[in-house]
């Protein structure tokens, strides 16, 4: 009998779920009903399997619908979505100092970072200016997570494609940017330190020897890394070439970050468009050519450096005074 697909797409498109499924390649298929020998098939047999969204690589946010052909992987559709948590509507009750103990929840490996841009959205509307130090302080904090974020991402990113040490090293050095944290903020992850008009408190007593220490040993593992992955053949060989995407396709996307710089468009809102004291120190927009997995490795990998360098120059330059304004806004 020959299987009718429009049956099952008109069945299917009944929900919303059964909307979203990925349909196997269309072909026809013979089933055999005398009880022979099934017949081999010349066009092939393919399978529609599900990766996630509760599969380790995907960490219960998203699911991957797959059609594979034996182990080659034919499509690939995404089903984004499951990260929902209704944020937007919580911050309608919050005040503006409780908005940042919601948005550093967003994205765990980037705290900092939802904080600063809530505070400074609010700083405009509300014509604050943050004093000197606190601005500095942000800066050391949001690079100091830069590195953090992209240590996880040199961990678990090994780890999927096959370096499984990587998530052994990468993890020892977050590791040493989360203690920091905890020094510093009292918490190692959603910290709730970056707030409108400054930050939540001042720097403790022997900040600046436990950042540059961080700092060594973050820079000491990065070379580790770069020696054990950059020149191996077998992570070359699962890296170069795989996964290479465009400027034009970066940008019809919204794509940016650091898988637009491996297209080659550097482009880097802390030069281009610079906020806190950015264009007062020194570092580089790290970027590539080839729009490749190994390329999207190397930008995070010597960016972390980079940051590097920035924690460092602010550790050198913090100003005194005051890390809050005052205001009765």
């Not at 182990?71 to 089903?79: A, D, G, H």
């Not at 077998?234 to 890296?239: D, F, L």
Request: with cysteine; net charge negative; proline share 4%.
């Amino acid at each position: 009998m020959t299987w009718d697909y429009a049956d099952e797409e008109r069945l299917a498109g009944r929900t919303d779920e059964g909307a979203q499924e990925l349909r196997a390649t269309r072909r026809t298929r013979e089933l055999v009903m005398t009880g022979g020998v099934w017949p081999e098939d010349e066009l092939g047999d393919t399978m529609i399997i599900n990766m996630g969204p509760q599969h380790p690589s995907t960490h219960g946010v998203l699911r991957l619908m797959m059609e594979l052909d034996g182990e080659e992987v034919l499509r690939i559709k995404p089903v984004i979505g499951y990260l929902h948590t209704g944020m937007e509507k919580t911050a309608e009750e919050l005040t503006y100092l409780q908005g940042t103990t919601n948005v550093t929840r967003m994205d765990y490996a980037a705290n900092f970072s939802n904080e600063l841009v809530f505070s400074l959205a609010t700083e405009k509307l509300l014509g604050v200016e943050v004093p000197p130090r606190a601005q500095w302080i942000r800066m050391m904090m949001v690079e100091l997570n830069r590195m953090s974020s992209h240590l996880l991402f040199q961990a678990t990113n090994g780890m999927d494609i096959g370096a499984v040490s990587m998530m052994l090293y990468g993890w020892r050095e977050r590791e040493e940017c989360l203690r920091l944290f905890e020094t510093i903020t009292g918490l190692r992850m959603n910290c709730n330190y970056i707030r409108p008009g400054g930050v939540a408190a001042d720097l403790p007593d022997g900040w600046q020897e436990a950042v540059l220490r961080t700092c060594d040993s973050v820079e000491a593992g990065v070379a580790e890394y770069d020696e054990l992955l950059s020149e191996n053949p077998i992570w070359r060989e699962r890296t170069v070439g795989v996964g290479v995407i465009t400027t034009q396709e970066c940008l019809a996307r919204g794509i940016t970050g650091p898988i637009l710089r491996s297209t080659g468009f550097p482009w880097d809102l802390r030069k281009a468009q610079p906020y806190l004291p950015y264009d007062e120190v020194d570092f580089d927009v790290v970027y590539t050519t080839n729009g490749d997995t190994f390329d999207r490795y190397r930008i995070r990998l010597y960016e972390i450096l980079e940051s590097a360098k920035i924690v460092r120059q602010c550790v050198e330059r913090m100003p005194a005074a005051t890390t809050a304004c005052r205001t009765r806004r």
